[in-house]
């Protein structure tokens, strides 16, 4: 049975802590010359909190995506970044504590440098591992076979850090199915069980079709005496991809598990989010009002605001506010001339002052405003206009359930997609939108916040 995703990433972090302290004592023999004694490497221990931060950093850029492992180019630039911005992180955090006793520049360059050393070679390890030990990966069973089941099964084929394996096929129906996958497949005419047993299977996977099955549940149920993990297709797609499937778009399944009400807890914790988020973004943007101002006057006509129409919580429409970062095109302001244009990469109608803007998001600044109204919080669905708002609902009906809650300045979408241009990825965007909806808590939001912190750093704005 293989390690739940999220303990592997607390074990991960246990790792790092490890050989960042294990670094700091190398660190200390080499800068001394000597093997240092346990009364000097405790003297040290400030950096425990060097450390902390670094975890942090860590966390924000990615390292504790197994997903992200896969590649060693993105994964080697990632580690270097995070290197760097821990040096930064750690020479600030020193000029603030102004500790005497201690010289920290060579001591934590080199402690820095020792660390994530050996941090990228142990994720370069893991990475080898998965992808050269099955044994060290779960099989799966697949009960039914849907578009979902195909996605699941592609995904983790390609992405063997979630240490799950597609293995064997069980499926009801007389035709085999062409999974374009080496799946073994198996009809009505072999037992469940016997299949588990051949195959070592440690988690089930049931499609919703095959759990209204008589016969499939019967045998399903043998398996609860069994260690055996049996899982629903819908919930195992959420855990992989972090979206829902569209399968799971009914009416009976949002009423299970999209509750109307707002946990208490989570209700408290959003409003103070909001709040200090305001305070936070609102003091940025008073700092960078007159720069941002000057760049936009100079470099195109037109105002230095922009207003648009979104729709808020419950439908509600309200009126946004951003840096404008488009030419001035029509009579209105707005940079369409033929109705609603999404925006595209490479939109020639973004100014080349516009385009620093979107990279780091400062044309979203102004939307403190709408923060401190009410009319939006800091996480949440990115609030989308009437004119999209009404063609989307055309071709998704549920489409208004993102409005449940209010929308965000950042988001769950935010993070997962680029460029939303086209009917089909804006119905991708529901997809991560009613997941946070269905998933949101502290830990998620915390998530979130992190994250957009990596994605503004880096420029990946659009």
């Not at 992200?68 to 080697?76: E, I, K, N, R, V």
């Not at 997609?417 to 909806?437: A, G, P, W």
Request: charged fraction near 15%; glycine fraction near 6%.
């Amino acid at each position: 049975m293989n390690t739940p995703y999220r303990i592997r990433q607390l074990l991960l972090l246990s790792a790092d802590s490890m050989l960042f302290a294990t670094s700091l004592y190398l660190a200390l023999a080499v800068r001394t010359t000597s093997i240092p004694s346990l009364e000097t490497y405790l003297a040290h221990g400030v950096f425990v909190s060097i450390f902390t931060l670094w975890i942090v950093a860590n966390y924000i850029n990615g390292l504790y995506d197994f997903r992200g492992f896969a590649s060693d180019t993105p994964l080697s630039r990632r580690s270097i970044e995070t290197w760097f911005i821990s040096i930064v992180v750690g020479v600030l955090f020193f000029y603030i504590y102004k500790e005497s006793t201690i010289q920290p520049k060579t001591l934590l360059i080199l402690t820095a440098t020792l660390g994530y050393s050996s941090a990228y070679v142990l994720r370069v390890y893991i990475t080898h591992i998965y992808n050269t030990h099955n044994r060290l990966s779960t099989p799966i069973l697949f009960v039914g076979w849907n578009a979902d089941t195909a996605h699941i099964a592609a995904l983790l084929t390609a992405q063997t850090q979630h240490g799950l394996r597609p293995s064997a096929l069980y499926c009801t129906q007389e035709t085999p199915v062409d999974t374009h996958i080496p799946l073994e497949q198996y009809d009505v005419t072999h037992k469940i069980r016997s299949i588990v047993s051949n195959h070592e299977v440690g988690m089930v996977v049931v499609t919703p079709e095959e759990l209204k099955n008589p016969s499939t549940t019967a045998e399903l149920y043998q398996l609860l005496f069994w260690d055996v993990k049996i899982i629903d297709s819908i919930s195992l797609f959420e855990q992989i991809t972090g979206s829902l499937p569209t399968s799971a778009f009914t009416e009976g399944w949002f009423l299970r598990h999209i509750g109307t009400s707002t946990q208490y807890v989570h209700q408290k914790w959003q409003r103070g989010v909001d709040i200090l988020g305001a305070i936070i973004i609102g003091s940025i943007t008073v700092i960078f009002l007159p720069f941002v101002a000057l760049g936009i006057k100079l470099t195109s006509h037109g105002p230095i605001f922009f207003t648009q129409k979104r729709i808020g919580r419950n439908g509600i429409p309200f009126t946004l506010y951003k840096f404008r970062s488009m030419y001035t095109l029509s009579p209105d302001g707005s940079a369409e001339q033929h109705g609603f244009e999404f925006s595209k990469r490479g939109d020639t109608r973004i100014t080349p002052f516009g385009k620093i803007l979107r990279r780091f998001r400062i044309d979203e600044l102004p939307q403190t405003l709408n923060l401190i109204r009410g009319d939006i919080s800091l996480i949440g669905p990115r609030p989308e206009r009437p004119e999209i708002v009404e063609e989307l609902t055309k071709i998704m009906p549920y489409y208004p359930l993102r409005h449940v809650i209010k929308p965000g300045l950042t988001g769950w979408a935010v993070l997962h997609q680029n460029y939303t241009d086209t009917i089909e990825t804006s119905l991708e965007k529901l997809q991560y939108d009613l997941y946070y909806i269905k998933n949101k808590s502290i830990l998620l939001d915390v998530s979130i916040i992190l994250k957009t912190f990596r994605l503004v750093l880096r420029a990946m704005g659009q």
